[in-house]
């Protein structure tokens, strides 16, 4: 088993990648009806800087604490999981195969994939709340999903755009200054 190896810049820049998807939840902007929220955009950025698990944290970490500070309660351990997997997926799909985000079009297909885990795993969480914690009749909760899934859609096509086209912006300068190779030693 592989021991890994956590550095004092991994763990501020975990916090500082909490921060700004922190931030980035309380930034919407309508669409189409719905409301555009940053955070999942900045949740695979991360993914595509630190890789899995760190990317993961800092995914799981800023969600959990926005969902705490807004009364979600037991709701905030379901965030974490849920936008620790969706970063986790793109994360290990752009860093496998001895890529480590380099490649903009695997880049591209991993949030792609991490987008859509998140979306399955929050209509899972709504059928289960709905159905198993709150009781409602099984149309009442496909209805409250199909309400929800155009908006869960919008924010994982805007992630998956957005996300790929920040990285490759930063990523260069990242890279030149170290700071990259900070994030993953």
């Known amino acids: ?43 695979l950025l991360g993914s595509l800087l630190m890789g899995p698990v760190f990317g993961g944290l800092a995914s799981g970490i800023g969600s959990m604490i926005y969902d705490i ?29 001895g890529h480590n985000a380099d490649d903009h079009k695997r880049n591209v ?15 899972l969480k709504t059928y289960v709340f709905q159905r198993f914690v709150y009781g409602y009749p099984l149309n009442t909760v496909w209805a409250t999903m199909l309400s929800k ?13 957005i996300a790929p086209i920040l990285y490759t912006a930063l990523r260069p300068a990242l890279k030149s200054t170290g700071q990259l190779d900070a994030m993953r030693l």
Do not use: D
């Open 1 to 43: 088993m592989m021991k890994e190896k956590v550095s004092i810049h991994r763990i501020v820049y975990v916090a500082l990648l909490a921060a700004l998807v922190y931030v980035a939840t309380m930034i919407s902007f309508p669409l189409l009806g719905s409301k555009v929220r940053l955070a999942n955009s900045v949740s």
């Open 69 to 97: 500070q807004t009364a979600y309660g037991f709701e905030s351990v379901i965030t974490f999981v849920s936008k620790f997997a969706m970063a986790w997926v793109s994360g290990k799909l752009a860093f496998s195969g």
């Open 109 to 123: 297909v991993a949030c792609v994939a991490g987008a859509w885990t998140y979306v399955a795993l929050y209509m």
């Open 149 to 161: 899934l155009p908006a869960s859609a919008i924010n994982a096509v805007a992630a998956m755009i």
